[in-house]
């Protein structure tokens, strides 16, 4: 018989790799053809895609259970609430960076037809850390009591988190370049370590 944790294991690696390949420029660009909705509508068409194949996983999880092997207690309580307030922190703040709606692809009718383009933000939470979002789902992952079969998540899901933070960088760097690297020498990538710089950033 398979071992359970194998199973989720599994499970996680096939998320992590489906959800990278439908975000790959190739195979956006293959499905945009399919529809004239499709470049629009594709964001929210990924992100209700990836909710809903959360559920499964999520659910063998579950059904795995198995006692705490991570408990935050006694002094270490205060912690894991400063951890989740941290991440909520970062988790408003990247909302209002990116702009929630469009980055949900809520606004895929309004922007039917009209595409705009990137622009580099380094104001507000970006301007501590370059990936908010990041950090505050590797918070999340670690600030609960953990089972064996938790923290096989957590561990899987911080790996893919930080690799994903790796690859934006690429990314970012082919969009904007010298902006970008001058920004990545101010700006720590996860922990903001230092303060931010006097100097002010908005779009670029």
């Known amino acids: 018989m398979i071992d359970p944790l194998l199973i989720l294991a599994l499970l996680w690696l096939l998320w992590c790799a489906g959800h990278s390949l439908l975000a790959a420029t190739a195979v956006k660009e293959r499905l945009h053809g399919l529809s004239p909705l499709a470049p629009t509508c594709y964001r929210l068409a ?33 912690l894991r609430l400063l951890f989740w307030a941290i991440a909520l922190g970062l988790a408003w703040g990247g909302a209002r960076a990116y702009g929630l709606r469009s980055f949900l692809g ?22 501590w850390t370059r990936h908010p979002w990041y950090l505050a789902g590797l918070l999340i992952l670690w600030g609960r009591d953990l089972s064996l079969a938790q923290l096989v998540t957590a561990g899987l899901l911080s790996l893919y988190l930080i690799l994903g933070a790796f690859w934006e960088e690429r990314r970012m760097l082919a969009l904007f370049g010298e902006a970008y690297e001058e920004y990545r020498r101010r700006v720590p990538m996860f922990i903001p370590w230092r303060r931010p710089s006097t100097r002010r950033h908005g779009d670029g």
């Open 106 to 127: 809520l606004d895929c009718r309004r922007r039917q037809g009209q595409e705009n383009p990137p622009s580099l933000r380094r104001d507000g939470v970006l301007a």
């Open 46 to 78: 990924y992100n209700l895609l990836a909710l809903l194949s959360l559920a499964p996983i999520l659910w063998w999880e579950a059904r795995i259970g198995g006692a705490k092997m991570l408990i935050w207690q006694g002094g270490w309580e205060f």
